[in-house]
């Protein structure tokens, strides 16, 4: 027996299993026309069985689901769900045509979209060469190109960067303002904030109807002594460094200082020069003007022997078990091998088959294996839950504690709590640096609360204002109260002026020069 569905979609009481696994237990979610609903939590936990249930792609074993017909569903898998072999143009044909929209409407409405997303010129480019973030661009503009009635997103914002986040948030919130019911998998604490309610799962079942308090992990900087975050030996010096790649120019007089102790953060939007920084302090590539010193000296091996180091890729031998690839490690530093707690029970297992949080504590021992005195990570933490990120970030911790010195790039802005001082790059230079409270200042962004959020949205959108959902709430930075008073027309709402978030001040920075909402993208 199972009880009725009260919203308008959504699923009841439901189970599944694959063969003896049990992969959903007893779990309900119910969605309406205007909501974004947030599925939360970690590898495993269910997230996109349930969203495949729901989507139809999944016969239950118990339990009732409400859906609206197939052709009236959008739905984007996890990963773009877009055919790499063909173009943008003819990705959007092809779902136009399974879709059976009529050709004129399907072009104008692709033609609509790829413009609002910064993907218009990009139209006749294959979409195998185009950017993680512009290929969920694409995925979710194929979702939504004939305006469904519900909108299925699979983790749309895995590995992308804050910017291009910020657009595709953009999309999921302008069709929900028309009228589409939403539902988003997700491991960001983050996103799950701007959702009008959060379910979060753990192994198939319900554990709260918020994000749990023990995924939200205090900030490291409550913790620490005053005075206690560094100390006066630089461990890297970076004065004026330039890179140039013909006639591009990657990085651009840019200046910092890591000490012992010391967590640095290094933020920015993808092609910001964040890696490209880094190579050149690996000693991977060279400047072209400007002074890189790493223990007071040039980057070389011996500077290397001393620095441990998780690139993006995550430097792993995927054919190699746990133990072979740390005793690799191990050998190439000089250094006993060691297997960590943490780890011990994947040692014999091949790397490449792991579960992706799995494989970065992995990439942590092995960087920390020979107690390096600096730690270089790109990303450490890129499409791990947050249970599983909580916990890197005190393996983190822990190694500056005991005085190691660390440069860490992150695009989780919860994340930048973690650090003792933020450097914020943009078009290769910097434009901001010091602590979370420097950065932001007396900044102060609008808010709204209507009783119709939607059609507060669609006033502001309409005005030209820039606007971002915040759970039942908006936001719009850049605007007085005045302004969007006025934008809303005698729409009934309450407008104050709040403090602006990290995430809002770092838009302001990295957009100052006036680039569009939904930038084309590069890598580096």
């Known amino acids: 027996m199972t009880s009725q569905l009260t919203g308008t979609w959504g699923i009841r009481d439901l189970d599944f299993s694959y063969g003896r696994k049990r992969a959903l237990r007893q779990v309900s979610l119910e969605v309406n026309p205007g909501q974004v609903i947030a599925v939360a939590g970690g590898d495993g936990a269910g997230k996109t069985t349930l969203l495949r249930c729901l989507a139809g792609a999944l016969p239950p074993a118990a339990g009732t689901v409400a859906r609206p017909a197939k052709d009236r569903i959008g739905y984007l898998p996890a990963g773009s769900g877009i055919y790499l072999d063909l173009t943008v143009a003819e990705n959007l044909d092809f779902r136009a045509s399974a879709y059976r929209m009529p050709h004129q409407q399907a072009r104008a409405r692709a033609d609509e979209l790829l413009a609002d997303t910064g993907l218009a010129e990009a139209r006749d480019r294959l979409a195998g060469q185009l950017s993680g973030g512009m290929r969920q661009k694409l995925g979710i503009i194929a979702a939504m190109l004939h305006r469904p009635e519900l909108l299925i997103l699979d983790e749309p914002s895995t590995g992308v960067d804050p910017v291009s986040r910020s657009g595709l948030w953009q999309l999921i919130a302008r069709a929900a303002a028309q009228g589409c019911a939403v539902v988003i998998a997700t491991t960001s604490i983050d996103e799950a ?9 753990e192994e198939g079942a319900v554990v709260a109807s918020e994000v749990p308090a023990g995924w939200r992990k205090p900030p490291r900087l409550a913790a620490r002594q005053p005075g206690s975050n560094g100390s006066e030996e630089s461990l890297v010096q970076v004065a004026g460094a330039v890179k140039r790649f ?3 120019t990657a990085v651009s007089d840019v200046s910092l200082q890591v000490g012992a102790g010391e967590i640095v953060g290094l933020l920015g939007a993808n092609g910001a020069g964040k890696t490209t920084l880094i190579r050149m302090l690996l000693g991977l590539t060279g400047t072209t ?14 500077t290397r022997r001393r620095l441990g180091y998780v690139p993006q890729g995550l430097g792993l031998y995927d054919d190699l078990t746990t133990a072979e690839n740390l005793r690799f490690a191990a050998a190439a ?12 029970a994947y040692a014999d297992d091949v790397v490449g088959v792991l579960p992706l949080g799995v494989q970065r504590r992995v990439a942590f021992a092995q960087a920390l294996s020979h107690d390096p005195d600096l730690l270089i990570l790109d990303e450490p933490t890129s499409g791990v839950d947050p249970r599983g990120r909580a916990q890197l970030w005190d393996t983190i911790g822990a190694a500056a504690d005991r005085g190691a010195g660390v440069l860490v790039t992150t695009h ?4 930048a709590a973690e650090c003792d001082r933020l450097v914020i790059m943009a078009d290769g230079a910097v434009v901001a640096a010091g602590t979370t409270a420097d950065i932001v200042g007396e ?3 609008t808010a709204v609360a209507a009783d119709s959020w939607s ?8 005005a030209g204002l820039q606007v971002a959902m ?11 109260p005045e302004q969007v008073t006025r934008a809303l027309g005698g729409l009934p709402a309450t407008v104050t002026s709040v403090p602006a978030t990290l995430e809002e001040r770092f838009f302001e920075l990295v957009n100052h020069h006036e680039k569009p909402l939904f930038p084309q993208e590069s890598t580096g």
Do not use: K, N
């Open 470 to 480: 915040a759970g039942r709430a908006l936001r719009v930075p850049g605007a007085t």
């Open 412 to 415: 989780y802005m919860e994340e």
């Open 289 to 302: 003007r400007g002074q890189v010193a790493l223990f007071g000296q040039p980057p070389s091996r011996d």
């Open 333 to 344: 530093f000089g250094c006993p091998p060691e297997l960590p707690d943490d780890v011990a």
């Open 193 to 201: 904030d701007r959702c009008a309610s959060v379910l979060a799962i």
């Open 455 to 462: 059609a507060a949205f669609g006033r502001l959108e309409r």
């Open 443 to 445: 900044r102060q962004v």
């Open 246 to 248: 013909g006639d591009f």
